[in-house]
């Protein structure tokens, strides 16, 4: 299994920055791919980032504006937000996705609220 814990979350005034952590523990070898999602109130969750071996990917949304980042030797995930826009305002949701015995499993974090303010 894996555990997931995410900090750094709070409010911040439109056009601000933000960077989000994530510490991964437990089966962290088994993990394929790491990244982060957000759901807002009322809305369904939607993928944010991910970062993989072979790269990262973003939501259209996102581009040019937020980075993924991982620090291996410290197993965590960061996510830096730039240039915040009011409707960045959701629940941040580390994820984390393993392969064992060919089978996937998806494994989440409690959340950070992040809050845009005009």
């Known amino acids: 299994q894996v555990q997931l814990a995410e900090s750094g979350g709070g409010l911040v005034q439109a056009g601000s920055s933000l960077r989000l952590s994530c510490a991964v523990s437990g089966d962290t070898f088994n993990i394929r791919a790491t990244g982060w999602y957000r759901q807002a109130p009322g809305k369904q969750r939607e993928l944010v980032a991910t970062?993989?071996?072979?790269?990262?990917n973003y939501a259209d949304s996102v581009k040019g504006r937020f980075t993924i980042s991982r620090d291996n030797a410290n197993n965590t995930v960061y996510l830096q937000m730039d240039s915040l826009k009011l409707e960045d305002t959701a629940v941040y949701l580390c994820h984390a996705k393993t392969i064992v015995g060919g089978r996937q499993w998806m494994y989440w974090g409690q959340g950070t609220q992040v809050t845009v303010s005009s």
């Open positions: 970062i993989k071996s072979v790269g990262t």
